[in-house]
Structure formats: structure tokens, C-alpha cells
């Protein structure tokens, strides 16, 4: 376990944990990559044979037909291998990236709303996009050509070993240069990704809030300079990634120097060898077709090792967003076994909710809520009042499962569906019909208009020239606030959820709009459901059948309302 825990602790470790569920595809790629190494190697032998007969031998192309069609089906294998190994690649990045960001909507789910509150959502979303498809080129690429490169050159070395031994020596004198150019590139291209991720999340905020806040921003008179913002914010990535690059191509250009150098000595010396002006060691024993093959293999040779430093960037790229998801997967959540399994736990004597003696506590704010007993029946109504921080938002994301208890357990009815409402209701850039089916994807057109008339909008949307086809903008762009409540109440009638839960659903609206959300939640709580509220507002006091009064987290008291009151 030690072992373990080490290995996950860096970005490396991280990667090479998510290889391990890939490692026969990446031995298939690897495998297949050899294949068409082996395949090249035979090609330039056969190449290599069929001139020195040529020129040598003075032998007629057409007695050399048997080499040709060797040759071309040497060339059709390298060809299958090359595809294979670029399939079996992908294969592996496509597993890895499924399975990661599956991983990350597991634990941000775990997290909940409340423990990413303090996160923005284009920043988040930037993460599991671009940050998940930067490992794409280290499992596809980089991880197979590793491979290649502990194998293919020192089968070419060996073969140049046995042809000429001096031509293998300049060959092993200059290949340990090119992994110690790629080491010191990773260095700083592995900082400057990472540098780069995290501008991109930030401009990814930055923008999103500009265009939220444009209406605002416009009213006063603050649009130009949030223009210049936002420039500045993508000038500083756009320098960012012209960093990334100018490493990448130097060093590249770097690698290519030294590769091309070692090349040009060999055909050098080759070529003085067989002119007869090199008499030292093997030069004598030169031949046409070994002169010519080791001609042939030397670019070879190299090109492992010049492959693997062109996606050196995409380790880079993974070793950086490889740290961001870490930092994601670390976000804490609550382990707590009886909170657990409380929410699974059934509730006695036939009620919905129940809690026990549960308290939550925030870090560097102490105790919120609690200790809190409280029972809720199947089909009650209960308001909760109390100041602004009393934990009245506390509570309710308590019984929507956002939070576990720090102590003390949480009883909900096996399986119970739960819909949640608030003060901001959050809608997507669609039709009506598209934000209506976020709560049942598969309800037809005649379920939308009876959750639609329900919530009081059926005079609304049959005024509209597309009806349930009316587009919205972003977070309900085209609709007023109390339409944009009672929207998200229609949502709440659609889901058919047996406990729902409103979090100031008449805030910040006006006497009309008031009145007509109240109204429709007079419908809900005649439907049997059980609502809980988080209110100010007398009209919703009236309906509950208890008000259950909270301050500083704690329940102080316990009205019941009469028939009279309601």
C-alpha cells in the first residue's frame, strides 16, 4: 500500500496508475511499432542488396523480380503495423480519458454543489475538456514510442556492430545526446504547461463572468474596459502558449542538429571508405551493399529517438494537466460511514425525513447547524425561518444530500426522489421543453403543458409564437425573474419527486410575481408531496403546517398552524 500511495502522489506516478488498466494495448502498440521497425530494416537491406547487384553484379532487372515483390510486401506489413500500432494507440487513450474523467464527475458528484462553491464553472469545465484530452498524446503516442526506443535502435546497432564496428561507434557516441537534450526540454516544458492550464482555466472564468455580467456591466458603463480585460487575460495566454512553442520547436531544431551531424560523419566516413582514402580498422572490409546499408539505416537509427522527442511535448503536456487533476481528485469529501449510510437507512413511522442529533461544521467557521433532531412526515408541509446565516441553506442541502453530517445520522425513505429549488433557478440555453425535460427527459408534450399550467405559465407560453419551442439565452435569457421561478417550478411538477425542497423561491421578485409562485405551490403541497421551505415570506408561512424557527444553527422553537392561519 505504501508503494502505492507513493506512486499516485506525483503526476508521473498518476499517469503511469491510469496506464496500468491499458498495458495490453500499449504492449500491442509497441509490439506492432517493432513490427513495422523490423519491416524498415528489411526494406532497406533489400534496397541495399538490389543496387549493389545493379552496379556490381550488372545483373538484369528482370532477374531481380523475386527481390521486388519481396520488397513490396515488406512495404505493405510496415504499412499494416504502422495503422495498427496508431489504432491500438488511440484505443489506449480513448480507455484512459473515458476512465478519467468518468473518475472526475464521480468525486465532483461526492463533492456536491456546496463543496465546489468555491470553484468557477468554466474553470471546472476547462478541466475535465482540456486538461482530460492533454493525456491523449502521452497514452497514444509517447507511451509506445517509448517502447520503440529501448528496442529499435539497438537492433540497427547491433546490425551496424557486425557490418562495421567504427560506423557503430560514431553512431553510440552521438545517440546519448539526443535523450539529454529531451530531459532538459521536458524540464521547463512540463513548468510552462502547467503555467499555461491554469491561465486557461482562469480566462475561461473570466470570460464566462464578463458575459454574465454584460447587462450589468453595460448599465454602467463598464463594457470597453472589460473588453481590454478580457484581451489582456488571452494576450497573457496567447504569450503563454508562444512560450510552450518556441521551446518545442528549439528543441526540436536542436535534436535535429545533432541527428543530422552524426548522419553526415557516417556518410563521410562511408564514403572516403570506399574510395579507398580511410584505411583504418574495418574501412578495407567496406563493401557497396554494407556501405550503403549502413547508409540506409543510420537515419533509421535516429528516427526513435527523433520521433520520441517530437511528443516529448505530450508527456509535458500530460505531466501538467496530470497536476490539475490531481489537485481536482483531491477536493475533500466527507467519509463518514454512518452518514452513509443513514441516507440509505428507512425512516420509521411511515416519515420521510428524520434526523438525529446532526450537526455540520465549515472549516475556519466552527459549528453551522446543529445538533439538530427533527421528524418530517410523508406529506407534511414545514417552513424554516430565521435570520440570514441562521442555517436554514444549511439545512436544506443537509436533506438534498450537497452535505454529510459532521455527527449524528440522516433519515430519508429508501430510494426517495428529491427536487430542489432556489432563489436563482438554473436554466440552459434551449427551448422551454428543453429546460422542462432536464427533470424527465422522456416526458411527452402533454406532460410539459400540465406541469406547465400547474406552475401558472400556461398564459405565457400560449402567447408565444413557438410555444414550448421558445429559445431562451443563457440562465433563462428572454424570461423575467418570476417566470424564470415558476419555470423551474414547472420542472419541479414534471419530476413527480416525493420530497422537494425551495430555497427562497419568492426572494427578489415583485408583488406579482410573489403571488403567482405562491399560488402554484399552493398546488404542489395540495398534491401530498413533502416541502420543505426556506422562507421570509408570511404567505409561504401560512401554508406550512409547522414553521420550525432557526438561529445560529439551532432549531429554537416550533409553531403549529391552525386551519384558521392557513
Not at 503563454?240 to 552524426?262: D, N, P, Q
Not at 566516413?269 to 578495407?284: E, K, R, T, V
Not at 533509421?300 to 481536482?328: I, N, V
Amino acid at each position: 500500500m505504501r508503494a502505492r500511495k507513493s506512486d499516485i502522489s506525483t503526476s508521473r506516478g498518476w499517469l503511469d496508475v491510469q496506464a496500468k488498466d491499458v498495458k495490453g494495448w500499449l504492449m500491442l502498440a509497441a509490439g506492432l511499432g517493432i513490427l513495422a521497425g523490423l519491416m524498415t530494416i528489411l526494406q532497406m537491406g533489400a534496397l541495399a542488396w538490389i543496387i549493389a547487384e545493379l552496379i556490381n553484379a550488372d545483373r538484369p532487372l528482370e532477374k531481380l523480380s523475386g527481390v521486388f515483390i519481396l520488397l513490396l510486401g515488406v512495404i505493405a506489413v510496415r504499412a499494416l503495423a504502422q495503422w495498427g500500432q496508431e489504432s491500438a494507440g488511440v484505443e489506449a487513450s480513448l480507455h484512459v480519458r473515458s476512465k478519467v474523467r468518468t473518475l472526475l464527475l464521480d468525486h465532483l458528484a461526492a463533492v456536491g454543489p456546496v463543496g465546489l462553491s468555491g470553484r468557477h464553472t468554466a474553470g471546472l469545465g476547462g478541466q475535465l475538456i482540456e486538461q482530460v484530452e492533454a493525456l491523449d498524446g502521452y497514452y497514444a503516442r509517447f507511451l509506445p514510442q517509448l517502447r520503440l526506443v529501448l528496442v529499435l535502435p539497438l537492433v540497427i546497432l547491433a546490425l551496424v556492430l557486425w557490418l562495421d564496428w567504427l560506423a557503430a561507434l560514431f553512431l553510440l557516441l552521438s545517440a546519448p545526446l539526443i535523450p539529454v537534450f529531451m530531459a532538459l526540454v521536458g524540464m521547463g516544458a512540463e513548468r510552462l504547461n502547467q503555467q499555461q492550464f491554469i491561465a486557461v482555466t482562469r480566462l475561461a472564468g473570466h470570460f464566462l463572468d464578463r458575459v454574465r455580467g454584460l447587462t450589468t456591466l453595460q448599465l454602467f458603463n463598464r463594457a470597453d474596459a472589460s473588453i481590454d480585460e478580457v484581451f489582456s487575460a488571452a494576450d497573457d495566454y496567447r504569450l503563454r502558449s508562444m512560450r510552450t512553442l518556441k521551446l518545442a520547436f528549439l528543441s526540436s531544431a536542436v535534436l535535429e542538429f545533432f541527428a543530422s551531424v552524426a548522419i553526415a560523419v557516417i556518410a563521410i566516413y562511408i564514403g572516403f571508405g570506399l574510395l579507398g582514402y580511410i584505411s583504418y580498422g574495418p574501412a578495407d572490409e567496406l563493401t557497396l551493399f554494407s556501405g550503403l546499408l549502413i547508409l540506409l539505416l543510420a537515419p533509421e537509427f535516429f528516427q526513435p529517438l527523433r520521433t520520441l522527442a517530437q511528443h516529448y511535448h505530450d508527456r509535458a503536456a500530460a505531466l501538467g494537466a496530470a497536476d490539475g487533476l490531481m489537485k481536482m481528485l483531491e477536493l475533500p469529501v466527507s467519509t463518514t460511514d454512518h452518514a452513509q449510510q443513514s441516507r440509505t437507512t428507512s425512516s420509521k413511522s411511515g416519515a420521510q425525513v428524520q434526523l438525529a442529533e446532526t450537526s455540520i461544521s465549515y472549516p475556519q467557521r466552527g459549528r453551522v447547524l446543529g445538533p439538530v433532531t427533527l421528524t418530517i412526515a410523508s406529506g407534511e408541509c414545514v417552513a424554516l425561518v430565521g435570520p440570514s446565516g441562521s442555517g436554514k441553506s444549511t439545512l436544506l442541502q443537509l436533506l438534498a444530500g450537497f452535505i454529510r453530517p459532521e455527527q449524528g445520522q440522516v433519515e430519508l425513505t429508501p430510494n426517495a426522489q428529491i427536487a430542489w429549488m432556489d432563489q436563482r433557478p438554473w436554466l440552459v440555453q434551449g427551448t422551454l421543453a428543453d429546460n422542462l425535460r432536464l427533470a424527465a427527459p422522456d416526458a411527452s408534450d402533454a406532460q410539459l403543458w400540465e406541469a406547465v399550467t400547474q406552475a401558472g405559465l400556461e398564459e405565457l407560453v400560449t402567447v408565444l409564437p413557438d410555444g414550448l419551442n421558445t429559445r431562451l439565452g443563457e440562465r433563462g435569457l428572454g424570461l423575467s425573474g418570476g417566470q424564470a421561478q415558476r419555470l423551474a417550478l414547472a420542472r419541479v411538477f414534471l419530476s413527480k419527486a416525493p420530497l422537494v425542497l425551495l430555497d427562497e423561491p419568492t426572494a427578489s421578485l415583485d408583488a406579482d410575481s410573489e403571488a403567482q409562485v405562491v399560488t402554484s405551490l399552493k398546488r404542489l403541497v395540495a398534491q401530498g408531496r413533502t416541502v420543505v421551505i426556506a422562507t421570509h415570506h408570511p404567505a409561504l408561512m401560512a401554508l406550512a403546517d409547522r414553521v420550525l424557527s432557526l438561529e445560529r444553527g439551532i432549531l429554537r422553537q416550533h409553531e403549529s398552524l391552525n386551519d384558521e392561519t392557513r
